[in-house]
């Protein structure tokens, strides 16, 4: 036994450095050890959360054209693009928005709420309304709609968070 004791920063239990049961964070970016039983909870919160999401993540990732570093962004994008794609559901929940809208509302880039309204759309959790709306560059923009898959996704996600 040593004399050094190791502290989980979040639970900050102590236990003797030689024998605490460390397993690495595994939330994004938490580059950290946390105790085995941190570890568990923040997998089983992930698992939980994204247990219905891996169809949105793989075409995150599948979203560039050449490797090198757009599939690098592409790969970061879709670590938060559940996050980003629940942020929008819940705006269009409550109203039927345009990408501009939903850009502004939900505080994110423009190309990237085009983004994942079009990897909602290809699942089947938004649908273009058919109406059109004036952006602020006076161009006319598509209207989108939350579909009834969406409203499921969007409440299982909530019951799981």
């Known amino acids: 036994m040593s004399d050094d004791l190791w502290t989980c920063k979040d639970c900050n239990r102590s236990w003797d450095y030689d024998v605490a049961d460390k397993k690495q964070d595994p939330r994004v970016k938490c580059f950290r050890f946390v105790c085995s039983d941190c570890a568990d909870k923040y997998n089983a919160q992930i ?15 599948r979203s560039h054209r050449v490797s090198g570093t757009s599939q690098m962004a592409a790969q970061g994008a879709a670590l938060t693009s559940v996050a980003t794609c629940l942020k929008i559901l819940g705006q269009l929940n409550l109203d039927d ?6 850009a502004s509302s939900c505080d994110i880039v423009l190309n990237t709420a085009r983004a ?10 938004v649908t273009v309304t058919g109406a059109k709306r004036a952006t602020e560059a006076g161009k006319e923009s598509d209207v989108i709609s939350i579909t ?9 996600a909530r019951r799981a968070a």
């Open 148 to 156: 009834d898959a969406g409203r499921s996704y969007l409440a299982q």
């Open 97 to 102: 928005l345009t990408p501009d809208e939903i």
């Open 116 to 125: 994942r309204i079009s990897n909602m759309k290809d699942v089947g959790f």
């Open 47 to 61: 698992a939980g959360k994204q247990a219905f999401a891996p169809v949105l993540e793989a075409k995150a990732k």
